[in-house]
């Protein structure tokens, strides 16, 4: 086979992978935009709607100017503290379950297929968002504070446990290998030869829940479960758009400044992690608010 011969042959084949590579991008491109388009039927989303409606949201963006009195009148700053107190209790309430099952469900600690049975137990509680578990609860404390740490402490377990489980899939074998030559129980082993080789990460991981609890705590209260979120529900039903705003500004100082300082401590504790900045901060609440939500 001449030198001629074999290069066009091998021009064609590239010539063939991109004429299937271009049908295939074309098919996706038919499979997306039908999918869009059954969406946005099934939403019965209209963009004629949308500009008839202009107006009248426009008219109300006019009036979401914050009433800044309100803060002290209404003492939002305490209603804020309430919201920080149910991310924090939820917190701790769910730590000591986290840690019992994280730890079980290591492969490393409780052999297979045993383990599977705490992974299953976490992952039904994080199968679950946070939302579901309040109203779950509901008839337990009624609609209240309460209510929402309870399920803020539930979501917890899921959310931290599995967390805790994947770290202690990463530990080195040296330490484990050294105690149990010394002759070290199984629970001697897993304290001081595994959970103290990520006991940092361990910290990390609780305030970066602890932070996602807070946004939690915020969205709860949105459906009556205490906190600020309340006040901005009630003021939203009432119309009064300058309190409501007074309200989502308090909001949001409380999640940044739960944030910055969870973060701080964060990079601190590990050098791999850097903390954002105030602007990244702000700009990417509304996001974490909605993933915190799905929690």
Do not use: H
């Amino acid at each position: 086979m001449s030198t001629d011969t074999s290069v066009e042959q091998r021009l064609e084949q590239i010539r063939l992978t991109r004429r299937v590579r271009w049908v295939l991008y074309g098919l996706l491109t038919i499979v997306f935009a039908g999918t869009l388009y059954g969406s946005l039927i099934l939403l019965e989303f209209s963009l004629v709607d949308l500009y008839r409606q202009w107006p009248s949201f426009a008219d109300r963006l006019a009036r979401y100017t914050p009433n800044w009195g309100f803060i002290v009148e209404r003492n939002l700053p305490l209603e804020s503290v309430i919201t920080l107190a149910m991310g924090f209790a939820g917190t701790i309430l769910g730590i000591p379950l986290a840690l019992l099952l994280g730890v079980l469900g290591s492969g490393r600690v409780t052999p297979y297929p045993f383990n599977f049975i705490f992974r299953s137990i976490m992952g039904v509680s994080r199968a679950i968002p946070a939302l579901v578990w309040f109203l779950i609860f509901i008839p337990l404390s009624g609609l209240t504070a309460v209510t929402s740490t309870i399920a803020i402490g539930v979501s917890t377990i899921g959310n931290l446990g599995r967390l805790f489980t994947d770290e202690l899939e990463e530990v080195e074998d040296g330490q484990i290998e050294a105690m149990e030559t010394t002759g070290a129980s199984k629970s001697q082993t897993v304290v001081f030869g595994m959970i103290s080789q990520v006991k940092t990460s361990f910290i990390a991981w609780t305030l970066y829940i602890f932070e996602v609890n807070v946004r939690q705590a915020v969205t709860l209260g949105l459906l009556g479960g205490g906190g600020i979120g309340v006040v901005i529900q009630v003021q939203q039903d009432l119309r009064a758009y300058g309190n409501m705003m007074a309200g989502i500004v308090v909001v949001l100082v409380l999640i940044v400044v739960v944030e910055m300082g969870s973060q701080r401590l964060r990079s601190y504790l590990r050098d791999d992690e850097e903390a954002d900045g105030l602007i990244e901060l702000v700009v990417s609440i509304p996001q974490r608010m909605a993933e915190s939500a799905m929690k």
